[in-house]
């Protein structure tokens, strides 16, 4: 079946770190990827997607890279900011519905001044 | 941009009453939401699809019964916890995607989610 693993957090970082926010998945075909962000009281925004192989999403200075060949899509930014801070959502939706939904269980990034 | 909004943000409840959620989208219609519930460190799991206008499409394991999903309209779906029991609480969160014609066209737009707690 489908399935997303993402590293378990809290994941603590001073500002300007670098982050990389590991994310595996398990699909059957070609699913789509993304990732999501959730700010405290509010819901998840979409930050990122990636709809095939080799595809790299960004969006404020995260990145992500669709690899198929580790089914792998690590979230990445050079330099985080306090605003950042906030839980992280892989997720993938079926190739052949794309309605369907699978997440990880979250990430949550504290970055501290 | 697109918003979907839910309410309440959270509720408490004895075990044993129903609890309503309900879930919005403020500015665009959305034929079909989708409602998924999040345990703790776990991931969201989808329960079910709210189709407007029709009976919704639950999840494998999910039980009809005791999650009542309407949708009456093209902008609001509510999910009702019957005879709610500690089992049930949970993270409950919504989600709409935008319409055809609209910017976001495609993109799946997420509520603020409802935290249920039953004592």
């Known amino acids: 079946g489908n399935s997303v693993t993402q590293m378990e957090g809290p994941v603590t970082l001073s500002e300007e770190a670098f982050l990389t926010i590991n994310c595996t998945y398990t699909a059957t075909g070609y699913p789509s990827l993304f990732w999501y962000v959730q700010y405290p009281g509010e819901g998840l925004q979409l930050l990122l997607k990636a709809t095939k192989a080799d595809d790299k999403g960004s969006n404020k200075g995260f990145e992500a890279t669709y690899r198929k060949e580790t089914t792998s899509f690590h979230l990445e930014k050079g330099s985080v900011q306090v605003s950042d801070s906030a839980v992280y959502f892989c997720?993938?939706?079926?190739?052949?519905?794309?309605?369907?939904?699978?997440f990880g269980s979250g990430t949550k990034l504290n970055v501290k001044p | 941009g697109a918003v979907v909004s839910q309410h309440p943000s959270r509720v408490i409840c004895k075990s044993g009453t129903s609890v309503k959620i309900e879930c919005r989208s403020l500015d665009f219609q959305a034929t079909t939401m989708f409602w998924y519930r999040q345990f703790p460190k776990q991931s969201l799991m989808l329960m079910a699809t709210?189709?407007?206008?029709?009976?919704?499409?639950?999840e494998q394991g999910v039980e009809k019964d005791k999650f009542l999903i309407n949708h009456a309209s093209l902008t609001l779906s509510t999910l009702t916890v019957t005879s709610a029991h500690p089992e049930d609480s949970s993270f409950y969160i919504c989600s709409a995607r935008a319409e055809e014609g609209r910017l976001g066209y495609g993109e799946l737009f997420f509520g603020e989610g409802s935290r249920l707690t039953v004592l």
């Open positions: 997720a993938l939706s079926e190739q052949d519905n794309f309605n369907k939904f699978y």
């Open positions: 709210s189709n407007e206008g029709s009976k919704a499409t639950y």
